[in-house]
């Protein structure tokens, strides 16, 4: 009992503190482990399609993640309000996916967005190698 | 302040009231601008997706409303952990409408009727009778996108100056 807390402590302050997209990876891959025992990694080509998927709204639009992120993550996309969203891919943004905490909060608000749901680590996982892999 | 300074505050007051109007200068006591006020966590947060949006824009009763409903932001999700969003709707709460001293922030409080709850500036009557002159078709320009997009025309906006000489409506 007393370890898990202490990892659980140790989890969190490496939520705090500055991380790398592998970082990240490895803590998306223990989540996913732990939601599905079958886990076979991350693939970036599910997180492409992932990444376009359109899905019927329940407010009657259809919503991807490149309706703001544009298609090609490498460009700057743009919020419903007009603001600039910097890109999503590391090659062109190198500070993407760098703050767990950052990380985890727009994939709690944009998931419920776009999906309507939390998204699963799995859908988390495969999203980033996508961008990281881009070239 | 001297006696000779207030007698000439008080008599370019009443001389150039309409002129400063237009200009949008200071005027008697407060300014027409909102105080440079300022928050770390406000600035970051509230400006990610939007353009940041001085706390005087609203009485504190639209901050709280707000606030409380994040997860449902103007159709959008931008839910806070508990901490950012109390510390963000605390700065918001002590900066509002009501409490600045400023012309702006003072009319736009008393055109809201005390039963209503406004969330959208846009939806004020200050807001409506200053661009009652704007067609709705130019707040959709490409280069706009909609009212609620200050910055685009007043490009002190997110400084609390919306003077309107510094008004450039772009194509």
């Not at chain 1, 599905?36 to 992932?50: D, I, K, L, T, V």
Request: net charge positive; charged share 20%.
């Amino acid at each position: 009992m007393r370890k898990s807390f202490m990892l659980l402590g140790l989890l969190f302050s490496a939520n705090v503190l500055a991380a790398t997209p592998q970082e990240l990876l490895k803590q998306y891959e223990t989540q996913a482990k732990q939601e599905n025992p079958a886990f076979s990694g991350f693939s970036a080509e599910r997180g492409a399609s992932f990444f376009r998927t359109e899905h019927a709204h329940s407010t009657g639009t259809k919503v991807s993640c490149s309706t703001c992120h544009t298609a090609d993550p490498r460009n700057q996309g743009k919020t419903r309000a007009n603001k600039i969203i910097e890109p999503m891919a590391t090659i062109a943004n190198p500070q993407r996916f760098t703050d767990a905490a950052k990380v985890e909060k727009w994939f709690g608000r944009n998931c419920k967005d776009v999906l309507e749901r939390a998204c699963t680590a799995q859908e988390k996982g495969d999203y980033i190698q996508y961008l990281v892999n881009l070239k | 302040m001297k006696k000779w300074m207030q007698f000439l505050v008080l008599i370019s007051s009443i001389t150039s009231t309409s002129a400063l109007l237009a200009s949008g200068g200071i005027e008697g006591g407060g300014g027409n601008n909102m105080s440079p006020v300022t928050n770390a966590k406000w600035k970051a947060e509230c400006s990610s997706c939007h353009m940041l949006y001085h706390p005087g824009l609203l009485p504190e009763r639209s901050w709280n409303k707000l606030m409380s409903g994040l997860d449902k932001h103007f159709g959008e999700n931008a839910s806070l952990d508990a901490a950012t969003r109390d510390e963000i709707t605390n700065f918001l709460v002590t900066n509002s409408a009501e409490k600045s001293t400023n012309r702006r922030s003072n009319r736009i409080n008393q055109s809201i009727p005390a039963s209503a709850t406004p969330l959208r500036i846009s939806e004020t009557r200050y807001f409506t009778s200053k661009h009652d002159e704007v067609s709705p078709s130019t707040f959709k320009r490409k280069s706009i996108g909609s009212a609620a997009n200050c910055i685009a025309c007043h490009q002190s906006a997110e400084k609390g100056d919306f003077s309107e000489s510094q008004v450039r409506i772009p194509r």
